[in-house]
């Protein structure tokens, strides 16, 4: 947070989605700064408490069971037999997914709707964030978690073979456009000697991004980037 400043009517924090709801130009940044950090920790509480609800919630549904009846043959009395509705590992990717990235999908529709429908900085960082922890820092601790002297095994091999090859090619695709596309949009763009840019090439360039997918205001920053 900068220290106040310009004047009453426009000042450093007067341009967020909700906050602040009045006019907070004669606190001082100690003050601002302790009521939004207090206002932080009660939402945490509150995403605490949601996450808790969502875990007993995730047990129950995994735990439903529906009776199934085995003949036996002949006159003998059918065997019944209780089977989980869910499988473990398909609850994992779909229930447990859902519910840890529910918070950052809010985020970027909140975001995105108060930015006229164009990605802004916070909700595909909080995306690409949020996945990169999940291939890093999640593997990581799941190997760390293996003592030394003991080895696992994969049960379901089938599901975490589908998991597993989806999931790299969603990782490979943001790196394709990350680096592959969006560098051969940069690169396209045409320079004069005098190091200035053509009037005529840039608005051309910025035309054939707007085709490529990039809003006005993307393809305006990869300019000014060049």
Known sequence: MTQNN?????????????????NEFTWSVEMQAFLYLLGLLYCFMG???????????????????????????????????????????????????????APEILLSIIEIVGNNFESGALGPGTIVGSAAFNLMGISAACILAIPGVES???????????????????????????????????????LTKDGQVDPNVLAKWVRQASLRGLSGEDAAKLAAYK
């Open 6 to 22: 310009g004047t009453l009517d426009d000042y450093a924090c007067s341009q967020g989605l909700i906050l602040p709801l009045i």
């Open 152 to 190: 696992r095994k994969i049960k379901g091999l089938r599901v975490f073979a589908v998991t597993a090859v989806f999931s790299i090619f969603a990782y490979l695709w943001l790196i394709i456009v990350l680096v592959g596309i969006s560098e051969a949009i940069l690169d396209g763009l045409a």
């Open 47 to 101: 995403v605490a408490i949601i996450a808790d609800i969502f875990m007993g919630a995730i047990e129950k549904i995994t735990s439903t069971t529906r009776k199934v009846y085995l003949s036996r043959g002949g006159s003998q009395e059918p065997e019944m037999v209780e089977v989980r509705i869910w499988n473990g590992t398909i609850a994992n990717l779909t229930l447990m997914a859902l519910g840890s990235s």
